[in-house]
């Protein structure tokens, strides 16, 4: 139950786009797993779940909350103090948030912000919404996935009057119709849009263009959202200013770095269950996401090849005490292949053709182009469905390779996402639509922007009290000596 | 399903020595995750399984191979095909024995051995004792272990004639007579006994203690059927040599410290899902299960503190960069609190008590008396089960810890077997069978010995393969210079 | 003799200038230790060096190469086969200069390029000027620093008629006389300056700023060069682009991060003599070179603590196992401090009061100000110079600290630069004269330009060869596919 | 002035052994780096030094401390105070023996033993005799090395009416007359011998064998002293029980693990200058030595190969990452070969053949005997001595290979021992003499033996002070479940 569902709705200009969405973007998607379980067990009570073809749509029931309100529309009212129960966890878990309500709470910063929020909606973006409204914001929400909503949650928000719209298993049709209930209503007109995908903004792009007007800013969180940005933005039609908050610094080093450094071994094991130490791995790509592996499979003891096309990540590299090798130069004698370029056809049937039996293939990269599968939907192999996310292909002569996940990014299909990396996900959007909301006229163009760095060292700042960690303060003097604030930013913006 | 049954059988002299089962010994009944999951499939194809009231006892079925032969008691020979192809992808995993295989078979070292073998029944076993037959040997084999017996691998062994007693889900009293079924046939007196937990020995002790006058040995793998060895040895009762196989070098550091290193970071992944950078660790004991579970946490960015008893140990713990302490100076602070001692009552309740709000407590250590699990079942803790292995422990102020695996041995819960460490503890017993079996008059007593030096590192140098490692000869010259034998072995017998 | 010397000389408007110049940049002025012995050996022979008062200048002397040629100034040519063997050597270390004037050998980048050279005057710099006029160029040449030329270099370099001004042992006139007989030669117009410090260019601004119409640019190395230069832009005075060759991206992982990760290392064995294994070290700063510190004793088994400012930095450090604390918190348990800040005062008498018996402390920063040192200089306090670049500290109660380098950056004090380093900034600054010298009309203003990242990678690949170390090509579809040219840049040029 | 010099008597029937003696236990003779370099500048005052032949010897001398005693015979009684001081730095660092001086004081556990040395004469030995007087021992003191006695500490000594026989630069006649004037002395039977080579128990067997009858033990730290000693016990001459201090785990795991893994860095830091990231290395044997030298090298960033021959440390090499080979598959591709076998000839001729141009090689292993330099000796190879321990070997086709210490052991060659290695050689000798001569009649029969297991521990206990680091105590009941005594042993005496 750990798989990210890719939105499977299919309309003819966006195909491409929506493919793209099995990207790492799409980690998001996966709640925290104590939340899960606790789903798990709820819906498998729940004998609506079991029998699809029997169920009421939310879209036909009538419910209201303890307090009257029916401005929601969501499964089961019912499971509201499950998921407040759910909401209360992870309230434990992001401590940032909790952190930020406290410190913010006076002033009140998002007082007049009327936010339509298109996520996923679990115990964790709860914690986000709820956030919001302690500080001031307006919100109406809607699930950027049909699949991902933890529908107790819904409830518990619905009983707290917050207005969701949202339920697991929603058509298409109900998707869109849940979006445009956040925007359409009367005497409500957003002036922030907090969105993960693009859709909410596609919406109201497509439907209610007037809005843009009082828009004082989106937020953007994934990959696809971005690009579809940026092509407005290129195009002369974005006539607000976005904050990508995908790409700042905090979020980046932990989705990539920190999280893949623990998520290829999590992987690995639960997958093709093999032991490291002493294995061939060779690593293709060494950003981020490939020192991570590298790093994490030298330790359990794996012998670790690389390969590269940039000079300065290959020298790194060899500085970081890896062989520097081609694909084709270590493929006959490696016992595993990982592919973190964001490239295509790294992997291709020319190796598959040289690799030892029992080689295990897999993709951490960000799409699902990096292992040229389809090559291996020939008639002379035999693929073998050994188990969730693990294939064998069968050569003519009895060898084998282990294909991991088909060759989608592995970790997404695999393993869970580090509550850390959705509390620095949380924060980092609050913080975003706090400053897109309060900056002075002027600060912020029709343009997509990165997080400044002021703030994004600040949402590092609110995580560090889960380490116990106790940053040094700079002395006027030294603040002085460096020509640097005291309270930062402490690098240039290009600064990584 | 990887959980590891102990036998839950009941009579009352020995209640203490089937509880003590559950000790890392256990791991092995763990069957590798391939055939695992195929047995899965397999199973719920298999109305039997999902409705036990109706089936019907093997011990009722007549059953016979396609060549006649009625010698076996199995689940149901129809299995056979699957079995084998379960056996044969096993072969291509245990490299080292089908190496041994190959070295051995000219020579026949085990014609005339009769073996009664009384081990789990699965696919790795299977090569191991269709090895021994290859060598020259006749076996009868039944189950160690209730609920651990591949059944489809036992069909494709019944199905080569190969006397097998053995199904998946047995009574008490199913246990016993398959193992009287491998001692008691008209016409056959074993001469060698594998066991694997004491009770075939046992058995034969109790009921047929005339059969051992011709038996040479035998080659027992668990430390509770050790143990009960060694306690017939003191008591004078032992009439026979025994090889300890559990004891090997190779496999005590491949158990311990190299599948530690790896399953730790698993167990705490698949059960907990923690994050490990950053995070405050206290491991209890730095033993080999110490030290591998310490290195791997550290790998992977967390801070861990040691504590230890034995000062030797401690110096190595601090020279290897870990702060040592008592677990009263830091338990307040840690996130997590890995016992690894072989003690009892290493986590007390009044270390729980201190402890901070999410700290995980679990146990990798040898049994389940290392945390004081029976202090928290008092009236004002509340227990929540929150999935599998996991349980939360609430205590009144809102505070809860997270227990793992009830504080049983953490990985034998919830992670798989390296098939690496299953193929050196078969090939162990498939040399240690060979050495009692032609070891001449005089050499082993009636008494139990480890794996002699040179066998173990045999049983070394054979999985040196997989890695595609060469070891260097010593020259003539060299060996006189060192005073070795070119064959080995190199090392003094107490080498670790 | 590992010395670095500062120059010495005082004149007062630029003394805080050349106070700086004991900065990391220093460290080039170490020659590789091959070629130091060498000198030793050659100058102990001597007499002269042993009796600098009865020394001729070598500007009163009348010294003619082979062929006859007096363009030069120089110790004594009769060093120059001895020199020719020390340069030769070089070439086989300088792999990447080798293999440049291979590539490019052909095609004459530097055809009608006349370069004034100023650096140190060693057996690799001297590579990189012969590299110079292999590949077109004619040049001059001054020594940047006034002890740190190797005489049989220099004298190599003279019979080979390459018109070099430098001994050791200048004086301030002689510094300003060897710079000023580069460029005030009749017919001859310098057209490219290769500056380390900036002297050259200072000079010919003050004397000879006509001669800037001509110049197609400046390659500066140091810190303190670079700062000249910007405040010159600054200024609006800067009259023809430079190329900061100090800040590549290649240049800056060795400098800091590759190189501190070893060279802290080796100076704390050679000064303090400590052993690492089980010491408690708090790092100031998570830099690169704090990062280099942190990880290096880390994997020697010390305890490792940090501080930072920057909580991006912070969470950092976190996730690298290291825990986060302020310096007054630990400095009393702690067997090391380093200080890798770029900051003042960041040790200051106050820490220094409370640390404990044996505390190291030392800087591996960017400049001197880091601990404070003046702080020790009380009546109270006992200063004990146990050797070169050690001295105990001994407070009133008898407890001492063991101060290293009296707190300037202490591997620039007892470490050798790595030749790799040496070579990557050679081959740079030969890449970067051959960018401004042909770059086109307007690619350039009159501005301090970072070496474009494609150079950047350029260098890093004529580096790779060392390692053994195979690129991989980008085939036609994957370039497309990531918008990128085949032969990069592959980076945006923020990429760090 | 970090060499080890051999002691260069000739005579007939011991060269071997006394060849043998630049072993591993020739790096205790090197006295802490402080020490030395005190020394160097107070030899270096000192005329005599500077001029050998007009020295007066110290037999000749007639000296006189402030008491009134002439029982010693040193080179100047002058530099007592000097000598004092260094002491006393010592004492600062030898913390086990201090804190043994405390915890034993009160009971004396040497009065009556009236003990002779001959160990080096170094300020450490001498806190090392200093706590034998403290503990009620009468001392007489000989050197056990003609050159490394610290003139100045054994002045000290005499000073404070301590008989010492010993000064840097003795002949050998000499040295046996200093030996002599420790055990013949009117009124003086010495019960138990210090001894480091063995001499001084060969002076006693050859000169006085009565003495043995009183002597109640030997206490013996160096490897040829322990040849001895095993030689003599299989002859049945050895009439007096002796205590192996070399072999004992915490010297063991110290000398060759922790030690090697720091002095591998430092000495080819200080000898080849070799920058470690990127290198390709391969370590000949995967002993405590060649692990702590992979360890090292694999953190530096180092590329590392090993070369076993036995298949159970083959297996570990392998589970740590590192790839087996042989020799000759990669010592073409190699830029290190460090020999860690203890045997001869592993690296031949044919394999310097073949290495590429700068291959560095070097020996961290037991003797001089792993590379076979006298191969190297034929005249088409050009030795070029660069620098101390520093050789070039070029072929007829310029390449060179730089051989290290000329093939010796590396790190008693450039790198200092650490204090702490010291300090744990001296606490185990003042244990081990401590329990021989307390030992009740029996315990110890004419024999070698081991440090006992509980002593062992009891050293390592006495150091963990150093790092802060706190044993934990077993409770009663943990005690008696482990069937262990509160206060150790804690391991089988086998137990590594």
Same mark, same amino acid.
């Given at each position: ?6 939105? /499977?709705?299919q ?7 929506f ?9 998001? +998607? ?21 029998? &699809? ?15 009257? +309100? ?24 992001m401590?940032?948030?909790?952190a ?47 699949? +991902? ?42 002036n ?12 109201i ?5 007037? #809005? ?25 039609? #974005?006539?607000?200013?976005a904050?990508n ?9 932990f ?14 094991k ?9 294995? /061939? ?16 499979? =030298? ?16 020298? /790194? ?5 890896f ?10 004698q ?8 964001g ?41 073998q ?43 980092t ?10 900056? &002075?006229?002027?600060?912020?163009? /029709? ?38 604030s =005291?309270?930062? &930013? ?6 990584r």
């Amino acid at each position: 139950m750990r798989k990210v569902y890719s939105l /499977q709705i299919q309309y003819p200009e966006q195909t491409r786009e929506f493919d793209s969405r099995l990207t790492k973007t799409g980690r998001r +998607s996966l709640s925290h797993s104590i939340s899960h379980s606790s789903t798990d067990s709820n819906s498998s009570g729940g004998s609506d779940a079991e029998n &699809p073809e029997e169920e009421v749509s939310p879209r036909d029931m009538q419910q209201m909350n303890s307090k009257g +309100s029916r401005d929601f529309c969501i499964k089961n009212i019912k499971l509201a103090d499950f998921g407040r129960r759910e909401i209360e966890l992870a309230e434990d878990e992001m401590t940032a948030l909790m952190a930020l309500r406290k410190a913010a709470q006076g002033e009140k910063p998002l007082a007049g912000a009327k936010i339509v929020g298109c996520t996923h909606v679990t115990a964790q973006t709860a914690v986000l919404f709820e956030t919001l409204v302690v500080l001031g914001a307006q919100c109406r929400w809607a699930a950027c996935n049909i699949y +991902s909503t933890q529908d107790e949650v819904a409830a518990a928000l619905a009983e707290q009057a917050f207005p969701v719209f949202a339920w697991k298993g929603e058509s298409e049709d109900d998707f869109w119709w849940c979006i445009d209930r956040c925007v359409n209503v009367e005497g409500w007109e957003p002036n922030m849009i907090l969105d993960d995908g693009g859709d909410m903004t596609h919406w109201i792009y497509k439907k209610y263009p007037h #809005l843009f007007k009082k828009v004082k800013g989106i937020v953007e969180e994934s990959i696809t959202g971005i690009h579809r940005l940026h092509h407005l933005s290129k195009a002369g039609k #974005l006539c607000v200013p976005a904050i990508n908050v995908n790409d700042s610094v905090t979020k980046q080093k932990f989705d990539n770095l920190y999280c893949c450094r623990e998520s290829i071994l999590d992987s690995l094991k639960k997958t093709a269950d093999i032991m490291f130490g002493g294995k /061939q791995v060779v690593v293709c790509g060494y950003g981020e996401v490939g020192k991570g592996c590298s790093a994490a499979l =030298k330790a359990m003891g794996s012998v670790v090849y690389v390969t590269e096309i940039d000079p300065i990540c290959a020298l /790194q590299a060899c500085m970081d005490g890896f062989r520097l090798t081609k694909l084709g130069d270590v493929v006959r004698q490696v016992d595993m292949v990982i592919t973190c370029t964001g490239n295509k056809n790294v992997v291709v049937r020319e190796h598959m053709d040289l690799m030892k039996n029992g080689c295990v293939v897999c993709n951490m990269g960000r799409s699902n182009t990096e292992i040229d599968v389809s090559s291996l939907r020939t008639p002379e192999l035999v693929w073998q469905h050994v188990r969730a996310q693990v294939d064998h292909i069968i050569w003519p002569d009895g060898r084998r390779i282990v294909l991991l996940a088909e060759g989608r990014v592995l970790n997404l299909s695999s393993s869970t996402v580090p509550i850390y990396v959705l509390s620095i996900t949380a924060t980092t959007q609050a913080l975003a639509l706090i400053e897109l909301f309060n900056a &002075p006229e002027g600060r912020y163009k /029709q343009d997509v922007y990165l997080l400044p760095k002021k703030l994004d060292e600040y949402v590092a700042s609110l995580h560090l009290h889960t380490f116990d960690a106790h940053l040094t303060e700079l002395t006027d003097e030294q603040a002085k000596y460096m020509g640097l604030s =005291k309270n930062g &930013p402490f690098k240039p913006s290009y600064y990584r």
